[in-house]
């Protein structure tokens, strides 16, 4: 029924008269014309151990209406490039300051108000408050940093426009998976009108190639998907295009991006989806023929062993890493997605190419070297022995809906037993636990929509689906629950969480990763007591905790 008011209510691009989206903005950087080669995006790298960089969040209009939200490196110059890729190693300390530039447009206002970030922590750069469509904060998605002020904390970190740049300090951890991450805004309330801008890059942890040797030589491409919108003050989607690496990916308006590959040449993908609400389906096709990948890593976790697949299913901020076949000279091919049902009240995901390949020998190539050999940490693995960890709890969780009128929709993410409510900063945290758990959560879908279910600062073991037990478990961080039917038994999956990592103790949340679901209310807090079960202050931390990494910082120069 939403769908189909949905497909009511959206005018078509060219029905807007959308003819270009690439023109320079007087904010952000101009992007890439549809139709030319794919490069990757700026990669940052550490130096002795540190990678420090300084970006600008601004904004701007485009001619078309659209308006671009980006993260401008370097910033306070006129020729800055948009959301570079951030390579670090384990053990690394990143150094990120953020200056919040964004402007206010009143003919192009937030689809959300001003929301409450919550009390704050007393003492603090963090100190909550209402969150405005000029505020921001950021989030860095699956590594596995502390929820405190000025490391990876979205509940109380409101940086206003003007202020002083903001600085996120904090060390990747020695055991961090390598593999593919990413970072984005996080203010909740205006997280979909900001990720959807095009405010996303991605974060790499680096020694792939020590845990699957498949990858070694072979030339790397960061790809990653992001959605825009056009009707940015109203939460029903579309009409929307992808973007691939920022040039614009939309099949019949635009000539579609370009990738072109050496023959028979093997290369490594590293792919993102940064969409706010796309469930895409990976097939690479040449010749209209589906290919083969050897998929490698999910959600920057590498897999036990390499598995054959013909398709990917990636949810809103999923991410797949995989080896590709070269097509043999003068065959072209596509990446495709392959459409997604999200059910009746879903959004549409219709099939569609992403980009064309080519072996043309005219069209100039791309220099996408192999990434830089990294040695093992000397530490145990994260998440090492959690498949045959006994669970010290089991919980269940529900997405639900409610239609209150034909355009308006409460959503929820509900711990069986409890009142199911819109997120509210000020509650209590919906469940508490403690560094050291290992508990088992099933997660059900009561709604007639696809949802993405999210945690932060962990990953957690998928162990089963709809009670069936995988026999290979994988780790990932997001994944997505198919709709109920309206009938019979809903839709779940059983997810092992992992909480013995001192280093996740705090108060952080998770959430549909359908951002504008997020941001309408389907997210709830958890807290983590650190061991020995002190009460916690309001920023999550234990007064134990806080004072250890208080020191750990003075002697470490954090």
């Known amino acids: 029924m939403r769908a189909l008011l949905r497909l009511a209510i959206v005018t078509t691009m060219l029905e807007l008269g959308v003819t270009s989206v690439f023109a320079q903005l007087p904010n952000c950087p101009v992007r890439q014309s549809p139709g030319t080669l794919v490069q990757n995006p700026l990669a940052l790298g550490s130096v002795n151990g540190v990678l420090q960089v300084d970006l600008a969040m601004r904004n701007g209009v485009d001619e078309s209406g659209f308006m671009h939200y980006c993260y401008d490196y370097p910033p306070n110059t006129s020729n800055f490039i948009e959301a570079p890729t951030l390579r670090v190693n384990p053990g690394d300390e990143v150094i990120l300051n953020l200056a919040n530039r964004l402007t206010a447009d009143p003919s192009h206002t937030s689809s959300m108000p001003a929301m409450d970030a919550g009390p704050g922590v007393p003492g603090t750069d963090c100190q ?44 990747i951890p020695e055991n961090e998976p390598p593999g593919l991450y990413w970072y984005h805004p996080h203010p909740h309330g205006q997280t979909t009108t900001q990720v959807e801008g095009g405010a996303a890059g991605a974060i790499i942890v680096e020694g792939m190639e020590k845990y699957r040797p498949e990858v070694s ?4 491409r960061i790809l990653i998907l992001r959605q825009q919108f056009y009707n940015a003050n109203s939460w029903i989607g579309g009409p929307f295009q992808f973007t691939l690496n920022f040039q614009d990916s939309v099949p019949g308006l635009y000539q579609l991006p370009i990738v072109a590959m050496e023959p028979g040449q093997k290369e490594f993908w590293r792919f993102v989806n940064a969409t706010t609400q796309a469930f895409i389906r990976l097939q690479l096709q040449y010749a209209s023929v589906p290919q083969q990948l050897e998929l490698i890593a999910l959600d920057g976790v590498p897999l036990s062993a390499p598995e054959e697949v013909n398709n990917i299913l990636l949810p809103p901020a999923g991410r797949a890493e995989f080896i590709v076949p070269g097509p ?8 495709w997605t392959m459409g997604v049902s999200t059910g009746v009240n879903g959004n549409p995901n219709p099939a569609q190419p992403i980009f064309n390949i080519t072996t043309d020998e005219s069209v100039s190539k791309v220099d996408t070297p192999p990434p830089a050999a990294h040695p093992l940490p000397a530490v145990p693995e994260r998440f090492s022995g959690l498949e045959n960890a006994v669970p010290t709890a089991r919980r269940k969780l529900y997405f639900s809906e409610l239609q209150v009128t034909p355009t308006f929709v409460k959503f929820f993410i509900t ?13 209590r945290p919906a469940i508490v636990t403690h560094v050291g758990a290992v508990e088992d959560w099933t997660i059900e879908n009561h709604a007639e929509e696809m949802h993405a279910f999210h945690i932060h ?10 009670g069936i037990k995988y026999a290979h478990p994988a780790l990932q961080d997001t994944i997505a629950l198919p709709p109920w039917s309206g009938s019979g038994p809903f839709p ?19 959430h549909c990763h359908v951002l504008d679901h997020e941001d309408a209310g389907m997210m709830a807090k958890i807290l983590v007591k650190a061991a020995g079960g002190e009460n916690s202050n309001a920023a999550g931390q234990s007064p134990k905790t806080a004072a250890l990494r208080k020191s750990k910082s003075r002697q470490s120069g954090l």
Do not use: W
């Open 128 to 171: 909550g408050g209402m969150i405005t469509d000029t505020d921001t904060n950021m989030h860095f998605h699956g590594l596995s940093i502390p929820p405190v002020c000025h490391q990876d904390d979205i509940l109380d970190t409101v940086i206003h426009t003007g202020d002083p740049p903001f600085q996120y300090k904090f060390r």
């Open 217 to 220: 030589g072979l030339k790397e």
């Open 328 to 335: 043999a000279a003068g065959v072209s091919g596509q990446l």
């Open 415 to 427: 711990v069986d037993g409890q009142r199911p409510r819109s997120f509210n900063a000020h509650e």
């Open 457 to 466: 600062q962990l990953h957690f073991l998928v162990l089963a689906e709809d």
């Open 492 to 510: 779940s999956v059983t997810l092992r969480m992992d909480f013995r990592d001192p280093e996740i103790a705090g108060m952080f949340v998770y």
